[in-house]
């Protein structure tokens, strides 16, 4: 084969593996950023702490706490894992007494869609018209954003922004 072949099939070969890999299937390393402990407030007064573990191996695992003045109001534990598919978000919610919203072998399931630097969105297997927005907007606060389609774009609504916690 002629060089000037093997460099076309090599530039070519390296085209579509560069263009896979900006499209990919998402890593753990795409919401590290989360990791910590962080508090939020909701408009209504509730607060929510949340704790996420660094990455380890291919998975993030964390949890939050809701609170309604001095009682809890829902508990979630949050997988993020490598799957076959790709990065999949994990949750489940448990009402106090740790009585759990999702049958005993369900979870709510959200696939990888795409990241940028400090910045992730998953959408809700099953549910076209729902993406959760994960976005550092600086050192010491991370965003939850809901996402719905409204004329043909995706707007994000922030659920809660989480200060670092010390």
């Known amino acids: 084969m002629k060089p000037k072949y093997i460099y076309l099939l090599l530039t070519l070969l390296f085209s579509?593996?560069?263009?896979?890999a900006q499209t990919g299937k998402g890593s753990v390393a795409d919401v590290a950023f989360i990791q910590g402990n962080w508090k939020a407030t909701t408009p209504d007064g509730r607060t929510i702490e949340?704790?996420?573990l660094p990455p380890?191996?291919?998975n993030i695992l964390?949890?939050?706490?809701?609170?309604?003045?001095?009682k809890p109001d829902l508990y979630e534990?949050?997988?993020?894992?490598?799957?076959?598919k790709g990065l999949t978000s994990m949750v489940k919610h448990?009402?106090?007494?740790?009585?759990g919203n999702e049958e005993k072998d369900k979870q709510d399931r959200y696939v990888f869609v795409e990241a940028a630097k400090g910045r992730a969105i998953f959408q809700k297997e099953g549910e076209e018209t729902l993406r959760?927005?994960?976005e550092k907007r600086s050192a010491s606060q991370f965003v939850i954003a809901r996402g719905s389609q409204q004329d043909g774009k995706w707007v994000f609504v922030d659920l809660f922004v989480f200060n670092r916690v010390k």
């Open 16 to 20: 579509i593996s560069t263009a896979y």
């Open 62 to 70: 964390g949890f939050m706490r809701m609170m309604n003045g001095d």
């Open 56 to 58: 380890q191996g291919e």
């Open 132 to 134: 959760i927005l994960y």
């Open 94 to 99: 448990f009402q106090p007494g740790l009585i």
């Open 50 to 52: 949340g704790s996420w």
């Open 77 to 84: 534990i949050l997988a993020y894992e490598q799957t076959d």
